[in-house]
């Protein structure tokens, strides 16, 4: 069974940081890539940015040189460090991990910890 925990969201005002943390039960290094995805209602989630075993990152185009994506294997946890932060920003924030088992990729997700961003 594999839980991913979310935290550190919360209200901050335009050009402020947050940094969010998905805790994961186990050994991270078991997924192929860990990611964080953002929602806003009436919208689908969207990736924000990823990360795979080897340090491969990925990053919407929105967040470039805005957002960083790192992992500590040590810690079972992955950060998302929010820098300069725009209200468009805004959203449920949720983690995510995948894991392929038996040539199926499977997909699991946190709660969500969601970021609202004031201007």
């Known amino acids: 069974q594999v839980q991913l925990v979310e935290s550190g969201g919360g209200l901050v005002q335009a050009g402020g940081s947050l940094r969010l943390s998905c805790a994961a039960s186990?050994?991270?290094?078991?997924?192929?890539?860990m990611g964080w995805y953002r929602q806003v209602p009436g919208k689908q989630r969207e990736l924000v940015a990823a990360?795979?075993?080897?340090?491969?990152?990925n990053y919407a185009d929105s967040v470039k040189d805005r957002l960083t994506i790192s992992r500590d294997n040590a810690k079972n946890t992955v950060y998302l460090q929010m820098n300069s932060l725009k209200p468009e920003d805004t959203g449920v924030y949720y983690c995510?991990?995948?894991?392929?088992?038996?040539?199926?990729?499977?997909?699991?997700w946190g709660q969500g910890t969601q970021v609202t961003v004031s201007s």
């Open positions: 990360i795979t075993r080897g340090g491969t990152t």
């Open positions: 186990g050994d991270i290094f078991r997924f192929d890539a």
């Open positions: 995510n991990a995948q894991m392929s088992i038996m040539a199926i990729m499977n997909d699991y």
